[in-house]
């Protein structure tokens, strides 16, 4: 039983550019969510997707968008990169319907020069 | 704003004692609080949990305690084993109906047991 994955691991990009992250579930997992974890910090929650909608939204702005696919997979775009944008993205699927747990997928590490 | 905070950033422990990692809150309306385990080059694994109307959960060697009047929950391992050393995330979420719920997670602590 595959866990959550993520793809690609490693990406270097230039400031302006747009970027696209992809995350397959755990199986039997129908939520997916995202999280930027930046150097020295906890996770922080970008958004969560559901029946293919944007579900919950934290303190992220409009360049991250996302979405999800009729199998359960997403991806995470982020468009306009800046410096700051650099750091690990983890994806966590979980089940729905008042679940808490969430597992994470082992995170792309994104550079932005 | 920090609404999970964990204020010691490294402990070191000698293999076989114990070790504690503690945890703070500010929002009352967490009711689930987690905790994660982070090797480097992958993504955190989940440890152990405690709903908000129990103040103790334990699994073999961890045990979650929650103190909600003081808004702290503490990790006890014991015993200390070197395969724990790791990087230990605490996460708290408040019950979304019909949704998973989003996790706010802490700076972490890391932990480093020695022989």
């Known amino acids: 039983d595959a866990g959550v994955t993520q793809s690609p691991t490693h990406l270097i990009k230039t400031r302006g550019q747009q970027v696209t992250l992809r995350c397959s579930p755990k199986s039997g997992h129908d939520t997916v969510s995202w999280y930027q974890q930046a150097l020295g910090q906890g996770p922080q929650f970008i958004f969560q997707?559901?029946?293919?909608?944007?579900?919950q939204r934290g303190n992220f702005p409009d360049r991250f968008s996302g979405h999800q696919f009729p199998n359960y997979s997403s991806e995470l775009n982020v468009n306009a990169l800046l410096l700051g944008d650099s750091a690990l993205y983890l994806c966590a699927s979980s089940r729905a319907s008042g679940s808490h747990e969430q597992y994470f997928g082992p995170g792309t590490r994104l550079t932005v020069t | 704003d920090q609404q999970v905070k964990q204020n010691s950033p490294s402990l070191s422990v000698q293999e076989g004692r114990i070790s504690i990692l503690n945890c703070d809150y500010t929002n009352s309306m967490f009711d689930y609080f987690l905790w994660y385990k982070k090797y480097p080059a992958e993504g955190p694994t989940f440890l152990i949990s405690?709903?908000?109307?129990?103040d103790k959960n334990e699994d073999g060697r961890f045990t979650v305690f929650l103190n909600k009047s003081a808004k702290h929950l503490s990790l006890h391992i014991v015993p200390s084993q070197p395969g724990d050393s790791a990087v230990y995330f605490c996460?708290?979420?408040?019950?979304?109906?019909?949704?998973?719920?989003?996790?706010?997670f802490g700076t972490g602590t890391r932990l480093q047991v020695t022989l």
């Open positions: 996460a708290a979420s408040a019950l979304n109906t019909g949704t998973a719920s989003k996790l706010t």
């Open positions: 997707y559901y029946e293919e909608e944007e579900r």
């Open positions: 405690i709903s908000s109307i129990k």
